[in-house]
């Protein structure tokens, strides 16, 4: 799940500043779990805009905001509205697609942070930096990259104390939580044979794309 929080009120009404009628747009799935772009959170924007000057000319409610067919369908109303900007209630990939479908400025209402997973309701974890190179097979299923505050791939650094983080103490270790998961497995062999590669981009040309109907 991608997690966002809400900007600060004055960031968006800053960016906001000389559109007068705004269109707004949620998102169905990560942002509605994280209550930064459900539909609370649409019309507590839509009443806060409208207190303070700003007509809200229409409102969309994607179930998933970075699917692009299906925002242009979603969006159709606004298309033909005479909304000036767009406040995007969603991660930076929901914002980019809604921006792809029109030709009106489009303006995030939140800060997307990080791909994570839902430790309980409300409750949020980072869990993946989606670096496209996974080491996870041989880490126990802990990634190192998001867990240890260095991303060391090969093994801890000398600062732990008490199994705790250097640079957060209130972390564990990383290497530590990884070592353990990988005995209570009987596969240490695998953390001592197998050297990964330190983590680098050069490799990447962004933007990465994924086609899986090629080669079919």
Do not use: H
């Amino acid at each position: 799940m991608i997690i966002s929080t809400k900007k600060p009120t004055e960031e968006v009404m800053a960016m906001l500043e000389g559109a007068t009628k705004i269109a707004i747009v949620g998102c169905g799935n990560c942002a509605t779990a994280c209550e930064t772009g459900g539909e609370k959170e649409i019309a507590a924007w839509k009443e806060y805009l409208e207190a303070n000057g700003k007509e809200v000319v229409g409102t969309a409610y994607p179930s998933e905001a970075c699917q692009k067919l299906l925002v242009k369908k979603e969006v159709k109303e606004i298309k033909k509205s005479d909304a000036d900007a767009v406040l995007v209630l969603s991660c930076g990939d929901g914002v980019q697609t809604v921006a792809d479908n029109l030709s009106i400025p489009c303006y995030p209402g939140n800060n997307t942070m990080f791909l994570g997973q839902v430790e309980r309701v409300g409750i949020f974890n980072e869990a993946c930096r989606m670096c496209g190179d996974c080491v996870l097979g041989t880490t126990g299923g802990i990634c190192p990259i998001t867990k240890c505050a260095k991303s060391l791939v090969n093994g801890p650094c000398g600062g732990q104390k008490n199994g705790k983080c250097e640079v957060n103490p209130e972390n564990d270790c990383a290497w530590i939580a990884i070592y353990n998961r990988m005995e209570s497995l009987g596969l240490t062999d695998k953390l001592l044979g197998n050297m990964n590669p330190d983590k680098g981009y050069a490799d990447f040309s962004y933007p990465r794309k994924i086609n899986l109907k090629e080669g079919k």
